[in-house]
């Protein structure tokens, strides 16, 4: 980008609240996945792949806790990634690749990564793609390093609590709506189409995205994501943690 924002705090801020009310559990997971990754790294400079990494919540807040770690956010959304180079400047590196393409490895730096996480963005992909996708990560994973998913995941024993806990959920999210407590997904898109920096980037997304939408969305159970990682040749794969119907799924190459 020829500029970066001006006010990118401020940005970081609006998308996390707008995050925060579709997820109010959105700190504890990051926190599950940030705590494997200082769980599998030797020093204090871990080497993070934020896949699919939007304006670069997960970096921003492994930076806070390794300060000398060495951060690279993946993503194709102009819009988001704006966001995440204004923010994070000389601390780490922002690359524009499309994930649906097998061909998004050949954009990273040669080393390989001790963590690449992810999270609330793979289930605008295919079954068939995710499970691909697994099987790439595994690949720019040092040995031993940790791949952590966290998505809407349902625990298959509770049919009956899980669509409850969502309505639960979704009424609180309409409250804060309606305060002004949070900014709502079409709301906070509209507001930065209406940004006169990110108007231009707003505009990219359109031709990337038609009417907003990525794809049609597939959220298949935890349990289907732990045997795709075993499938993948992770050597361990597991339930990380959980929250009411969300999970995040990890795997150790």
């Known amino acids: 980008m020829s500029a970066y924002l001006k006010n990118p705090a401020v940005w970081q801020e609006s998308w996390d609240r707008q ?22 790294t030797d020093g204090d400079a871990p080497r993070l792949l934020d896949l699919a990494g939007g304006t670069g919540s997960i970096s921003l807040r492994l ?23 204004s923010s994070l400047r000389d601390r780490g590196s ?12 050949s954009k990273l730096p040669g080393e390989p990564f001790d963590a690449v996480l992810t999270a609330t963005a793979l289930h605008w992909l295919p079954a068939e793609r995710v499970s691909e996708l697994y099987a ?10 940790v791949f952590a998913n966290a998505d809407h995941m349902e625990d298959e024993g509770l049919p009956e609590l899980s669509p409850k806990l969502i309505a ?8 804060r709506y309606a305060t002004g407590a949070a900014t709502s997904w ?21 031709l990337i995205y038609p009417e907003n939408r990525h794809h049609q969305e597939w959220n298949p159970p935890a349990t289907w994501h732990v045997e795709a990682l075993r499938k993948a040749g992770y050597r361990e794969a597991g339930v990380l943690w959980r929250g009411g119907p969300d999970a995040a799924v990890a ?3």
């Open 19 to 40: 995050q925060q009310a579709f997820m109010p559990d959105r700190e504890e997971r990051f926190g599950a996945m940030l705590d494997a990754v200082a769980a599998v």
């Open 94 to 105: 922002v690359i524009d690749a499309d994930l649906k393409d097998g061909g998004w490895r």
């Open 251 to 253: 795997g150790i190459r």
């Open 186 to 206: 079409p709301d906070w898109w509209a507001r930065a189409a209406a940004d006169e920096q990110l108007a231009a980037k707003a505009a990219e997304r359109a």
């Open 63 to 85: 930076l806070a806790r390794f300060p000398k770690a060495q951060v690279t956010v993946l993503d194709q959304d102009p819009v988001l990634m704006a966001v995440a180079e």
């Open 136 to 145: 790439e990560v595994r690949e720019v994973l040092r040995p031993g390093g």
């Open 168 to 175: 639960r959920r979704a009424a609180l999210r309409d409250v």
